[in-house]
């Protein structure tokens, strides 16, 4: 029930604090924490010590306040996309003998692309997408393979929204989204250089699970100008298909079985 003057629910209220906190911002004081999400003090100085009482946010002997590990316990719980993460951890490590630079695991939720698992060679000359870093689907390779395979009724959805331009080569018109999409399902792959960052080059190929339906996208993120997009897409197709194998084992026929 909204009883602010904002009309904001408690519940809305709650993820607002929780949402304050980012990578760049994981320790805060309580006045920097109720800027941040918008209320006043007071509100948020009770939500937050009753969030505390629930170990979802921690006070330090400083009195600076940041994420409890109540929240790492209950976000663990998510265990599809953990699955899909702890199968991919090996292949993403032959992936990354190949690429030298970054790989990635991205799974679609609501409209973003959201990094579950990345890897990065100790040398590599780029800062790329991070662990919980979210990207528009549009912006990225990864959320352009997941766009491309999700139903036609969210992708129509998807374009007929506000579209987010990151780069000047960030593709924000639907009719060319809708070409790299037709070209996503039809070569397997994405390899567009820019459009989340103008230095990357990112290559992106979906992971399939069960019944063929796509759940993830593994990418390499490399040099635009430094990247052999045909040794990259066999390595990355060869390691998302060793994903979709420990994901969907073939059963095998039981010792009694006729034949």
């Not at 579950?116 to 800062?127: G, K, N, Q, T």
Request: glycine content about 6%; overall charge neutral.
């Amino acid at each position: 029930m909204a009883n602010s003057r904002s009309g904001d629910s408690v519940l809305g209220r709650v993820v607002r604090v929780l949402e304050a906190f980012d990578r760049d911002r994981q320790t805060m004081t309580m006045s920097s924490l109720a800027m941040r999400a918008g209320l006043p003090r007071s509100t948020a100085h009770r939500l937050v010590e009753e969030l505390i009482s629930y170990g979802l946010i921690r006070r330090l002997d400083s009195g600076d306040l940041q994420i409890g590990l109540r929240m790492w316990e209950i976000a663990t719980r998510s265990q599809a996309a953990m699955d899909v993460r702890e199968a991919a951890l090996p292949f993403m490590d032959d992936v990354l003998s190949v690429v030298r630079q970054h790989t990635t695991l991205a799974v679609l939720d609501n409209r973003s692309a959201l990094y579950v698992e990345r890897m990065s060679a100790p040398d590599s000359v780029l800062d790329a997408a991070r662990i919980t870093d979210r990207l528009p689907l549009n912006a990225c390779s990864p959320g352009l393979v997941l766009l491309a395979h999700s139903p036609a009724a969210f992708q129509e959805s998807f374009l007929s929204g506000r579209l987010t331009k990151l780069t000047d080569e960030t593709p924000t018109d639907p009719g060319l989204i809708r070409r790299h999409l037709a070209e996503v399902r039809q070569r397997g792959f994405v390899a567009l250089p820019g459009i989340g960052v103008s230095e990357w080059l990112g290559i992106a190929v979906p992971v399939f699970g069960p019944e063929r339906s796509v759940v993830a996208a593994l990418s390499a993120i490399v040099p635009r100008d430094d990247g052999d997009v045909q040794v990259i897409v066999p390595a990355l197709l060869t390691a998302a298909r060793g994903i979709s194998r420990t994901l969907s084992p073939v059963r095998q026929p039981s010792a009694d079985s006729d034949g």
